[in-house]
């Protein structure tokens, strides 16, 4: 496509449930961010991938969060034994490396997750 | 990479120019100065990019001093769609990518 895809754009769900959220990121960019944004902050840093590997989970909360990235294109991010506190906005973003990179990060329109 | 630091929100009215000033005192000799502007419920946008001295596109310009630990976004004669958070960061364009750091940004609020 076009641009980042996220899906789901809404994901309600229950203390203690599993949760997967994809990211289809722009074809051909090699780089794949995970982001997560609560009210009224500024993007957090979860994790980036440089192709199938992730290059920094620095920012991962803790072990019940973990991404995949098996072919170095869609991207999922699963949340186990999920808390009131994961509820937030999930951002994907993308970025060309090598010769066309210019450092513009280009951000899907988030999923929106509720942890009830 | 530096850490940067801007103002939490600024007030300004349509027409006017707009400058919002990001320090990053430890910025490195390989490193350029990216802003981005976020609307609610929607992901950040890339505005505008800088090394040194000064870049202009369609959107902005963007100011940097000599010693480069400081920059200044120029939004010129804002309307009330300008109305967004802006954020400054810090990116390594070597190698094959980083951990790009946001912080709070800033809020800018345009009236009539």
């Known amino acids: 496509g076009a641009g980042v895809s996220q899906t789901p754009s809404n994901k309600v769900t229950e203390k203690g449930k599993y949760v997967e959220l994809r990211c289809d990121p722009i074809s051909g960019h090699t780089a794949l961010y995970w982001y997560r944004q609560s009210l009224g902050q500024g993007p957090e840093f979860l994790i980036y991938?440089?192709?199938?590997?992730?290059?920094?989970d620095s920012g991962l909360p803790n072990d019940r969060f973990f991404a995949v990235r098996p072919e170095g294109s869609v991207s999922t991010l699963k949340i186990q034994r999920t808390e009131r506190g994961d509820s937030a906005v999930y951002l994907c973003?993308?970025?060309?490396?090598?010769?066309?990179?210019?450092?513009?990060?280009?951000f899907g329109e988030g999923s929106r997750l509720t942890v009830l | 990479l530096a850490k940067t630091t801007q103002p939490i929100s600024m007030d300004s009215y349509e027409g006017q120019e707009v400058n919002i000033t990001c320090s990053h005192n430890?910025?490195?000799?390989?490193?350029?100065i990216t802003w981005y502007q976020q609307f609610p419920s929607q992901g950040p946008r890339f505005i505008i990019q800088?090394?040194?001295t000064k870049v202009t596109n369609e959107v902005a310009s963007l100011f940097i001093p000599a010693d480069r630990k400081s920059s200044t976004l120029s939004l010129p004669r804002v309307s009330l769609s300008d109305t967004a958070v802006y954020y400054c960061l810090v990116v390594r364009l070597t190698g094959g990518g980083n951990k790009l750091t946001f912080g709070t940004g800033t809020q800018l609020k345009v009236e009539l």
């Open positions: 973003a993308s970025r060309r490396t090598g010769e066309m990179n210019t450092g513009e990060l280009f």
């Open positions: 991938f440089q192709g199938t590997g992730a290059a920094d």
């Open positions: 430890n910025i490195a000799t390989n490193d350029y």
């Open positions: 800088g090394y040194k």
